[in-house]
């Protein structure tokens, strides 16, 4: 395995991999396993690298397609409004 970063992840994880297995990947993104291997082998959605038969994936590309799957609050949405108490009309308040 190569170097290892120190990251705040969970009890268990006090030193994170820099390559993750499919199971350890699935848990960095709170998904279920079978989810994750559904998303690789249907749509290649998230980029792996298979090394002696298991799929490896990095942190970096992990959070690139979180990142990639964002979704923005629409600002005058009726819980926007409710949450913030204001309504917004062309960028003025």
Do not use: C, N
């Not at 991999?17 to 960095?28: H, I, M, S, V």
């Amino acid at each position: 395995m190569g170097p290892r970063a120190r990251v705040p992840v969970g009890p268990e994880w006090t030193v994170m991999p820099t390559y993750l297995t499919r199971k350890e990947a699935a848990e960095y993104l709170r998904i279920p396993e079978h989810s994750l291997q559904r998303k690789d082998t249907r749509t290649r959605a998230i980029p792996y690298s298979i090394v002696g038969g298991k799929a490896l994936y990095t942190l970096a590309d992990l959070d690139a397609w979180v990142a990639a799957h964002r979704v923005e609050p629409v600002v005058d949405s009726p819980l926007v409004v409710e949450l913030t108490g204001r309504r917004t009309f062309g960028g003025q308040r």
